[in-house]
């Protein structure tokens, strides 16, 4: 099955600062690739996908990379804020299977005023 | 339109008791599935159902069952409580007419605590 691995686990930075989280999947097959953000005591919450006919993409501060090649994407937040501060998660899919969802295990970020 | 509802919200168990939790969505979506979120451990997928009528097993699938009881509810059954079953549990859909969007509605997680 596939298997999704996230780096880092925790990421600090000061308020102004961009932050990037980066994730890789062993499945060649995986062709959807969403981003959630978990607030603290909330449901994680989709914030920005990718497919994998896409190299990159964007949304404000916000932006998406996929190396298909080299089976990696990242996600990059530019001007961070406190209100950024949550757990981000990575997720590979292929979608047209059986459509299982395999989440990286998260990154903690935490953005300092 | 309420998304994903699950219920209850919080629980209290003792090791050895049995307990259900419910989940509905009124997206018709055809996927359902039921995570679990440890510290450090991400969200691990228990079991999913492709659609009305089917049940899989996910990555750690020991202690739990599953019911797909209609395409609008999906429970999750502890027959016998453990500690190591002490979680937040998250019910998750997809499917229907946003099916090519591929995008995970979730809902509120039960706190569960086994003692």
Redesign the interface.
Known sequence: GENVEQHPSTLSVQEGDSAVIKCTYSDSASNYFPWYKQELGKRPQLIIDIRSNVGEKKDQRIAVTLNKTAKHFSLHITETQPEDSAVYFCAAIRQGGSYIPTFGRGTSLIVHP | NAGVTQTPKFQVLKTGQSMTLQCAQDMNHN?M?W?RQDP??????IY?S?SEGTT?K??VPNGYNVSRLNKREFSLRLESAAPSQTSVY?CAS??GTIA?????F????SRLTVL
Request: proline share 0%; net charge negative; hydrophobic share 30%.
């Open positions: 996927s599935y995570y450090g451990m991400g969200l691990r997928l999913y492709a899989d996910g990555e998250f997809i499917g090519n969007t591929g995008e995970l979730f809902g509120e997680g």
